[in-house]
């Protein structure tokens, strides 16, 4: 099974769920900013890989604009080498505009994580002969306030079918790269790949995340990673 079919499925199963307060919006970038995600899974998709990253779901000022997971779009232009036409959710925030590869906001996490890909192989190509970078989650979740709201903090009877659909088709996309390693960016991602991964040889780890918002990132998120990388047994 492809990536594009494991998306396709996981856009059909998360389709009919429906999200209540405190969260009022659901932006689904894979639906409106498909064309760059096809783009990047065209490119540098194509397994095996010996390393598969996981985040948690898209970020306002990144993937929510770009599609591309850590989706930074001044990164996506620059060095992944990729501008496509991205359209709009159908409900969209008025703090939490989307205008795609216009967006003049940064996003540090993702500036942070294609930064250390460049630094630790200098092009892309290089990079993704070893390593894939994809996000559990698809939907970004918005509060009234503007303030996002990660899955694990969605209610039970809401958060329950999201994880079933998700760990799907995160399972298909472990065995459609086959690594050898599959690391979380943060607890949450490395709890959904335990389970997933239960039972297989596969090394399971965790990274710190890159958000600005953990301020273990804060002190040299580099080189934090690195010893950790290399704590799991993944030389750079």
Same mark, same amino acid.
């Given at each position: ?67 591309? %997971?850590?989706?930074? &779009?001044?990164?996506?232009?620059? $060095?992944?080498?990729? *501008?496509?036409?991205? +359209? =709009? /959710? ?13 967006? %003049?906001?940064?996003? &540090?996490?993702?500036?942070?994580? $294609?930064?250390?890909? *460049?630094?630790?192989? +200098? =092009? /892309? ?112």
């Amino acid at each position: 099974m492809t990536l594009q079919a494991i998306t396709d499925q996981l856009l059909t199963d998360l389709k009919p769920l429906c999200f209540g307060p405190p969260v009022t919006h659901v932006y689904s970038p894979l639906t409106y900013a498909r064309k760059p995600y096809d783009q990047y899974l065209a490119r540098f998709g194509g397994g095996p890989k010996e390393v598969v990253l996981v985040g948690m779901n898209p970020g306002p000022w990144g993937m929510s604009q770009t599609g591309i %997971p850590f989706g930074n &779009v001044q990164s996506v232009i620059d $060095w992944l080498g990729i *501008r496509a036409p991205v +359209g =709009t /959710p159908d409900k969209m925030h008025p703090k939490r505009p989307v205008t795609g590869f216009d967006c %003049p906001r940064r996003e &540090v996490s993702g500036t942070r994580v $294609w930064d250390w890909a *460049r630094e630790i192989s +200098g =092009t /892309p190509e290089r990079f993704f002969q070893r390593f894939f970078i994809a996000n559990y989650c698809p939907l970004a979740f918005i509060e009234e306030s503007g303030r996002n709201r990660t899955p694990n903090k969605l209610p039970l009877s809401e958060r329950t079918p999201l994880l079933a659909a998700c760990d799907q088709a995160l399972l298909k996309t472990v065995e459609c790269l086959s690594p050898r390693f599959v690391i979380g960016i943060g607890v949450f991602a490395e709890g959904r790949i335990k389970k997933v991964c239960q039972g297989s040889k596969r090394i399971v780890g965790r990274i710190t995340h890159p958000s600005p918002a953990n301020p273990r990132a804060n002190r040299g998120w580099k080189a934090v990673i690195h010893s950790e990388l290399e704590g799991i047994g993944i030389r750079l």
